[in-house]
């Protein structure tokens, strides 16, 4: 069939590293993420876009093009190929070069039959196939000087409408997956839990707005931003993110931080060191953050290196990407070679988490994967609580996410899955630990005249009385009188009895309880609780007692003794 476009003419590189990608995939040589960081493509934003779209459609653009019979017309297109293109043409931007490549021609001269074709098979597609197609995401980049407001101000301006869900009661999950369904290409929702996200149809072009293009707004899956969310590091932090590339959880946990401490991030590979810097530099967050080209399983955390000072640890670690390829039709993989594959990936995984709590000063770990598979997820959680040693426990991880660890399993409930039916994002797992004794308890606000903010103690005055004793650090300095002479021993806040000659005055601290003060002839009362020392009358002989950390008044007496 004579065709008038170019033969000369080549298919556009996305295209071809989109179609490469997809057939890496099908061969299962790696996830999206890592086969796309291992493209040499500037854009790989675009191929992403591209290949997450094509894997989702995969079964009705399969339809279209048997339909079609491109195959037929032009036997040198392959079938992925075929689909990166029939998926730039249907659900894409459509725009190809002038002089299309013959391949492309194909594709073009078909394309009312491939449309009729894609939507008929799209229809049979079960509604439970429907529910699991996951929204786009978008998080505002508040690094670069934006507000939020600016920002969806700015989106509106490009004809997206916002669809704001009721105020005048409480907007549950339920609610708002319900209303993120039933998103039109050009309407968007603010995230449920991610307050500096907002939610977009699948189909939505935001990859090349103005405002993607500056870095305001970054593309990625939900899952990212809870993983950070879940390590959660105060403004200040020093923070590793062990398995960092391509540097989207690194961008949010900067943000989180307001830029404020040190983030370590780390990858083995150069390449994609590289992406990882781009990254932070085209999103304002490189100056906080370090990246190191090293193996995290080999980094020593007991040397005088900076990044043994972590206190936050992040392990998103290599896994099946099991949970990214869940919608996608591929063949089954041998149950045989699968099971290999998953022990495999489980010690290396178990290695990693392991090597994680030898860093000294690390109190919060987060471990997460895009893995559906409990021998990536629950199993290895098993096997790190038994790590004693490292004096780490398992906490309970985004206590209001709705779909928790497996049941069966006694800490289940402490963990927190992912998945597009249940929670519209890809299929994602995280834990967090927590060393032992690293989250302070608050007690209750001493009532004393004390502030303990750097030991500092207030003064206290009294008619009559003069304090000869401050509390700084729980230190009681002696008092001398003429005449007179206490015998005072601090220890743990703790005053031993004191004795007289012919008065006794029996005084006991223990929980900073002032026992009564007997005297021969005279009685006064004493009663201290938590500071407070009751005035002690007594005709010519006595003055009154406050406990040391607050203050001890002198006594006075005219012809007897009163010790303190």
């Known amino acids: 069939m004579p065709n008038e476009h170019d033969a000369a003419a080549r298919i556009p590189r996305l295209h071809l590293c989109a179609a490469r990608v997809l057939s890496d995939i099908r061969q299962r040589k790696g996830t999206v993420k890592k086969l796309v960081n ?9 191929i992403t876009a591209l290949v997450c779209q094509s894997l989702k459609y995969r079964a009705p653009l399969l339809a279209a093009l048997d339909k079609a019979e491109i195959r037929k017309k032009n036997p040198s297109i392959t079938e992925d190929m075929g689909i990166i293109l029939a998926c730039e043409l249907l659900l894409g931007h459509k725009k190809f070069p002038a002089s299309a490549n013959r391949k492309i021609g194909t594709i073009l001269e078909s394309e009312t039959l491939l449309r009729e074709a894609f939507d008929e098979a799209l229809q049979k597609q079960s509604a439970e196939e429907r529910e699991s197609f996951c929204p786009r995401y978008a998080r505002v980049n508040i690094m670069n000087g934006k507000k939020m407001a600016a920002v969806i101000s700015k989106i509106k301006s490009l004809g997206f409408k916002e669809v704001k869900l009721l105020t005048n009661e409480r907007t549950d999950f339920k609610m708002w997956k319900d209303a993120v369904k039933s998103l039109t290409e050009e309407q968007f929702v ?9 939610v977009f149809h699948p189909a939505a072009k935001l990859s090349r707005t103005g405002l993607y293009a500056q870095s305001h707004i970054i593309l990625h899956d939900k899952c990212s931003a809870l993983a950070a969310m879940a390590l959660a590091p105060p403004p200040g932090s020093l923070v590793l993110d062990a398995c960092a590339a391509p540097g989207i959880k690194t961008t949010y946990l900067a943000s989180l931080m307001s830029r404020k401490g040190q983030i370590w991030a780390v990858d083995k590979s150069k390449e994609r060191c590289q992406s990882l810097r781009y990254m932070l530099e085209s999103t304002g967050a490189s ?16 040397s005088e290196k900076a990044f043994t000072k972590a ?27 699968l099971k290999a594959r998953l022990k495999n990936l489980h010690n290396m995984q178990v290695t990693l988490l392991k090597h994680a709590m030898h860093f000294q000063r690390v109190q919060r770990i987060v471990y997460s994967t895009c893995s559906v598979y409990a021998e990536e997820n629950e199993e290895v959680i098993a096997e790190a609580i038994g790590f004693t ?11 209001d996410w709705p779909l928790r660890g497996l049941s069966e399993y006694s800490f289940g409930q402490k963990c927190v899955r992912m998945s597009p039916k249940d929670t ?7 834990a967090v630990f927590e060393r032992i004794g690293a989250r302070k308890k608050v007690g209750k606000k001493r009532k004393a005249d004390i502030e303990h903010d750097g030991t500092e103690v207030k003064k206290q005055k009294k008619k009559q009385a003069s304090a000869g004793a401050q509390h700084n650090g729980t230190v009681v300095k002696k008092l001398r009188k003429k005449k007179m002479f206490a015998g005072v021993q601090h220890a743990g806040r703790v005053v031993k009895k004191l004795m007289e000659e012919e008065t006794s005055a ?59």
Do not use: W
């Open 506 to 564: 029996g005084i006991e601290h223990g929980g900073t309880v002032v026992k009564e003060l007997d005297q021969k002839a005279t009685s006064a009362g004493a009663e201290h609780n938590r500071t407070v020392v009751k005035k002690l009358k007594k005709k010519e002989m006595f003055t009154g007692v406050q406990h040391p950390g607050r203050v001890v008044k002198k006594l006075k007496k005219k012809e007897t003794s009163a010790g303190v």
């Open 190 to 198: 603010i995230d449920f839990h991610v307050p500096d996200m907002l």
């Open 424 to 430: 519209l994002t890809s299929g994602f797992f995280l």
């Open 38 to 46: 291992e493209a040499k493509h500037t854009r790989k934003d675009c």
């Open 311 to 337: 206190e936050y640890l992040l392990l998103d670690t290599a896994c099946s990407g099991s949970g990214m390829i869940t919608r996608v039709d591929l063949s089954p993989e041998d149950p045989t070679a």
């Open 389 to 399: 040693q490292y004096k780490f426990e398992l906490v309970e991880a985004l206590p």
């Open 287 to 302: 100056a906080c953050v370090t990246v190191l080209e090293e193996d995290f399983r080999k980094m020593e955390p007991y």
